[in-house]
């Protein structure tokens, strides 16, 4: 009579271990780029915000302020050296947190078992979503944000673009325009708001409930101040307050 030896050892198929290995180390290095990459898009859009708020001091307080941005550095850097290397570092940080963000989007994507994954947290499904659009809006408003007052310096309201003041008046004036200012700084405050929770936690700061609180409060902290700092400008114009 034959018997089976119940001896032998399990065989794991160590080939898909690594394989999963590796693609989870790789997701902790893409979120870690985005969350490096965040840090340095909050610390520019705060300084960004302080000079926007130079324009309740008036014209030329305004215009000193962002001719000196062109002049930092002078002489050992040409004029506007500085300013381009910022703007340079800038470009290579949007394009680092686009394609890791994208990336993690069609990893989400092909894992998802669609209902399940509906079912199992309606919260953090619609945070994911409002992040991945959000996103794409905020990438939208940057590039015509680029041409309406550093690239093209387009005046909607057809007076002159050499005046960065007169350019930041004219442009607020146009209420429609305010308005999509308006949108996408509220894009800007949920983004923030989700981004600087989602930065923490990849960085293992919400190891506690503790933690976890101070987080998120640091996320609305930021969400409103650098929204509704940016948000004073254009409402200021469009109320005759700033002209």
Known sequence: MATTSSSEPLRVPTRNLV??????????????????????????????????????????????YAE????????????????????????????????????LWSRAGSARTVKYQVKKNRHSAFSSRWMRWGGVALLLFIVWHLLNFTIGKVNVDG??????????????????MTLIYLAA???????LHHG??????????????????NAKALGWIVAVVIAGGFSLVPLAVLAGVIS
């Not at 300013?83 to 963000?101: E, F, M, N, Q």
């Not at 600087?196 to 609180?213: C, D, H, I, K, P």
């Open 159 to 176: 007076g002159p673009t050499n005046n960065p003041y007169q350019l930041v008046v004219d442009t607020f004036s146009v209420w429609w």
């Open 68 to 103: 000196h941005l062109r002049e930092i550095g002078e002489p050992m850097l040409p004029h506007e050296g500085l300013l381009w290397v910022i703007r340079v570092g800038l470009i290579v940080s949007v394009v680092v947190h686009v394609t890791c963000a994208f990336i």
């Open 185 to 191: 700084m509220l894009a800007l405050g949920l983004h």
């Open 19 to 64: 394989k999963g290995a590796r693609a989870s180390r790789s997701t902790i290095v893409l979120k870690m780029l985005m969350a490096v990459t965040g840090i340095l898009f909050v610390l520019f859009v705060l300084v960004h915000m302080y000079g926007n708020l130079k324009a309740f001091a008036g014209e030329a307080s305004f215009n000193l």
């Open 196 to 213: 600087v929770w989602s930065s923490a936690q990849t960085l293992g700061l919400t190891n506690n409930a503790r933690a976890r609180r």
